[in-house]
């Protein structure tokens, strides 16, 4: 069974810094481009970046809002897809979703999210 | 970018009812369409893709139709677990795009 969980989700201060998590099991990390998609309370659903496969040599791609303060990285190994949030700001204050690909470039399956609060 | 504009951005019907909300980009976008439905507290779930390919375990009563800007998602028998927003999405080009959401409701 496809399952990808998210983890890392909390309250920070303005300006500071986050990390969140999501293990992936039944199916191939290594194969599927991944994505992170937000959704502040309340709002509708934003597309946050994306890091592609092995065999697209891992390359990424980010939405405006929050290119140059966030980097998606991934671990095959282990399994994990990460999302690192510098410079925070309260708008960042969203639900954080961790989503796989399909092979036709479709969001396939979701995580039951992550909250981040971007408070002081 | 290409926006993502649905309507309408809510709506009330009867059960048993056929729903019909529409999707409209602001560029051709071809065929690379979704639609997802969330319900209250969960994640969003995925409907339908490539503008009217149903998605594995997603029930019949759903379909999708239209191609280049303008794209349909029709409910059939409406019930009250079809209770929820429907979201559509464009990944034809990045920025990756959501319309605004449609709330359905009962009435």
């Known amino acids: 069974e496809v399952q990808v969980v998210e983890s890392g989700g909390g309250l920070v201060q303005p300006g500071g810094s986050l990390r969140l998590s999501c293990a992936a099991s039944?199916?191939?990390?290594?194969?599927?481009?991944m994505d992170w998609v937000r959704q502040a309370p309340g709002k509708g659903l934003e597309w946050v970046g994306r890091?592609?496969?092995?065999?697209?040599?891992?390359?990424?791609e980010y939405a405006a809002s929050v290119k140059g303060r966030f980097t998606i990285s991934r671990d095959d190994s282990k399994k994990s897809l990460y999302l690192q949030m510098n410079s925070l700001k309260t708008e960042d204050t969203a639900v954080y979703y961790c989503?796989?690909?399909?092979?036709?470039?479709?969001?396939?399956?979701w995580g039951q999210g992550t909250l981040v609060t971007v408070s002081s | 970018d290409i926006q993502m504009t649905q309507s309408p951005s809510s709506l009330s019907a009867f059960v048993g009812d056929r729903v019909t909300i529409t999707c409209r980009a602001s560029?051709?976008?071809?065929?690379?369409l979704a639609w997802f439905q969330q319900k209250p507290g969960k994640a969003p779930k995925c409907l339908i893709y490539?503008?009217?390919r149903l998605q594995s375990g997603v029930p019949s009563k759903f379909s999708g139709s239209g191609s280049g800007t303008d794209f349909t998602l029709t409910i059939n028998s409406l019930q009250p677990e079809d209770i929820a927003t429907y979201y559509c999405?464009?990944?034809?080009?990045?920025?990756?795009?959501f319309g605004g959401g449609t709330k359905v409701e009962i009435k």
């Open positions: 890091t592609r496969n092995k065999a697209n040599s891992y390359t990424t």
């Open positions: 560029q051709g976008i071809s065929s690379s």
């Open positions: 989503v796989r690909v399909a092979a036709d470039y479709y969001f396939d399956y």
């Open positions: 490539a503008a009217s």
């Open positions: 999405q464009q990944y034809k080009s990045y920025p990756l795009t």
């Open positions: 039944g199916f191939t990390l290594s194969d599927h481009y």
